[in-house]
């Protein structure tokens, strides 16, 4: 009998051994019952990629079809990627099921993510991610979903945003190091997505040295219909580009239009708008997100003139809020207001459903407040209670020759059918809050306004001074390019001259993001890593990056408007 405990003990042992042994992690495969009770957050018959399987192992690459790797999957499983660098990541998922309440989950496993840093001669450095019907793309950790990684919390519900370094513990992170611009000389797209019906998308972090570190829409598509897009809690910034571009930009007639939820989501020197959001149809909600620093490459952009603001946002009906964000630092307006007709049938607007942007606060730029485009004649237009910062007077932008100094008023209304109501909004000094280009006025409302200068933007710890001028901060060119013409002339090949007191963000040979402040007055070919006495090197407690803890400090003046990230100290 004794021996046969021994025997049945032994037994045990072994099963949970084996149990508990790692599986391999060599073999891209259909997750096992082995794979399934060693690692929670996976399932079986759930897709891991633990390597690339394209160009000696760099890239993930499952365009499906008949030539190449195609991933099948019911609903309800989900496709996890193991921790490491990859040099780009593309997955077709029109053999995915989903639907609207079980999406096609994709994570990480085992650790980080990264892609992005490739060291070839092409732009294909970004995750792209097709034809999947419904699609929740997560680094967030969360055991009861099966997601993410517990050392890897991006900034935690908060938690983590006094780390000083959250920014690089996502479990996701499009991570180029500016290698396309060093070997390709041009940038791509840090997470592209198309071909879909609902988006979500969370706890994910693109940035340094992208175009857009989010590009969410589908050009052109065969069956245009209503679309979601869901982006909460990511941080994104340091490129050419946009953080967010979502929705087709140029007209709405056969294309998709956007249900859009942007939430919490950081934002740090773009460098052209900050959002781009387009055809936005009703219940889209754009709120407490921050953003600091846009259209940082304004001496220097792929297009003169025309990205240079800080939101560029259209819309084909009305029942749109965009309430509490906090939006600071551009070279042209701080918002261009458009509406675009879809075509008949497709929305339903109405007197009782406004286009309503309440308590954000919009400033520092060197150009000018925004435009209004005309609208359908039905929906109306609200804005209230927003804070408007500093705007240059006389216009402070270099990149022009003669600068347009003319208007009476901060806003440009070229509108004429459409009710706009001014309500209860600060903004600065030097002009009127605006002017009309086309009509009379007299579809214009306004009450309650000042004209006086915004309270200072106090963070918990931004990396700098409060009420720092973020206009300051621009992207490093030696010389202008593509800027715009006046009198047939433009500054094109001129050197650009920095101010002592400038700062600009460049990059080194390794790729690695830097600040540099500029020491003294000067024009010319000087490269901040090397041209030590023009430039000095910024650092943050021994890091090139600042901390970036964009909460509100308790007791400001807009931490007690309830601005920016929910995820402010407690009252």
């Not at 994910?204 to 989010?214: C, H, I, Q, R």
Request: aromatic share 14%; with cysteine.
């Amino acid at each position: 009998m004794k021996n046969r405990w021994h025997l049945f003990f032994v037994l045990t042992l072994c099963v949970v051994n084996l149990a508990h042994a790692m599986p391999d992690i060599t073999e891209n495969r259909y997750a096992t019952l082995k794979d399934a009770a060693y690692w929670p957050s996976v399932n079986e018959g759930d897709y891991i990629f633990f390597q690339g399987n394209n160009d000696n192992g760099d890239d993930i690459y499952a365009a499906g079809g008949s030539k190449h790797l195609r991933i099948e999957l019911p609903v309800g499983k989900k496709i996890l990627i193991y921790a490491g660098d990859y040099d780009r990541i593309l997955i077709n998922g029109a053999d995915c099921w989903s639907t609207a309440e079980k999406p096609t989950l994709i994570t990480n496993l085992g650790g980080q993510v990264r892609w992005g840093n490739s060291n070839e001669a092409n732009q294909y450095r970004g995750l792209e991610l097709y034809n999947f019907d419904y699609l929740h793309l997560t680094g967030k950790y969360d055991p009861d979903h099966q997601t993410g990684d517990p050392k890897f919390l991006g900034h935690d519900d908060g938690a983590n945003l006094g780390t000083g370094d959250y920014y690089e513990r996502y479990g996701l992170w499009g991570n180029p190091r500016w290698s396309g611009i060093i070997y390709y000389k041009k940038y791509g797209n840090g997470v592209r997505i198309r071909n879909f019906k609902s988006v979500k998308v969370d706890y994910v972090a693109s940035w340094g040295g992208y175009f857009a570190s989010f590009n969410v829409k589908t050009d052109n598509p065969a069956d245009p219909g209503e679309v979601a897009v869901d982006i909460q809690d990511c941080f994104a910034g340091f490129g050419e580009g946009e953080a967010f571009y979502i929705s087709y930009s140029t007209k709405a007639h056969n294309q998709d239009i956007t249900k859009l939820t942007l939430k919490n989501n950081i934002i740090a020197f773009t460098g052209a708008e900050a959002l781009q959001t387009d055809n936005l149809a009703e219940g889209s909600v754009i709120e407490n997100n921050v953003a600091i620093g846009s259209a940082t490459f304004y001496r220097h952009p792929f297009q003169a003139r025309y990205q240079d603001n800080l939101h560029q946002l259209s819309f084909v009906e009305g029942g749109i809020t965009i309430r509490n964000n906090i939006f600071a630092g551009t070279n042209g307006a701080l918002h261009n207001f458009r509406y675009r007709d879809a075509g008949p049938g497709r929305t339903n607007p109405s007197q009782d459903k406004p286009v309503t942007l309440a308590n954000n606060f919009y400033g520092f730029s060197r150009t000018t407040m925004g435009y209004v485009w005309p609208g359908d004649g039905i929906t109306p237009y609200i804005f209230s209670d927003n804070i408007y910062g500093d705007i240059s007077v006389p216009e402070s932008d270099d990149s022009v020759i003669v600068s347009d100094e003319s208007t009476e008023g901060f806003f440009k209304l070229g509108n004429k059918n459409t009710d706009i109501l001014f309500d209860g909004n600060i903004y600065p000094k030097g002009k009127d809050l605006y002017f009309m280009s086309s009509g009379d006025g007299s579809n214009v409302r306004q009450k309650g306004n000042e004209r006086k200068p915004a309270p200072a933007l106090l963070f918990e710890n931004s990396g700098f001074a409060d009420g720092f001028d973020w206009r300051t901060v621009s992207a490093w060119a030696a010389q202008y390019k593509n800027t715009p013409k006046s009198s047939g002339k433009n500054k094109d090949g001129q050197f650009i001259p920095y101010a002592k007191g400038d700062i600009v963000i460049f990059h080194d040979a390794g790729g690695n993001t830097k600040f540099f402040k500029c020491l003294q007055d000067h024009a010319g070919d000087f490269n901040p890593n090397t041209a030590t006495q023009y430039w000095a090197h910024m650092t943050w407690d021994g890091r090139n990056m600042p901390p970036f803890d964009l909460r509100l400090r308790k007791g400001s003046f807009y931490y007690d408007r309830g601005m920016g990230l929910t995820y402010n100290a407690a009252k």
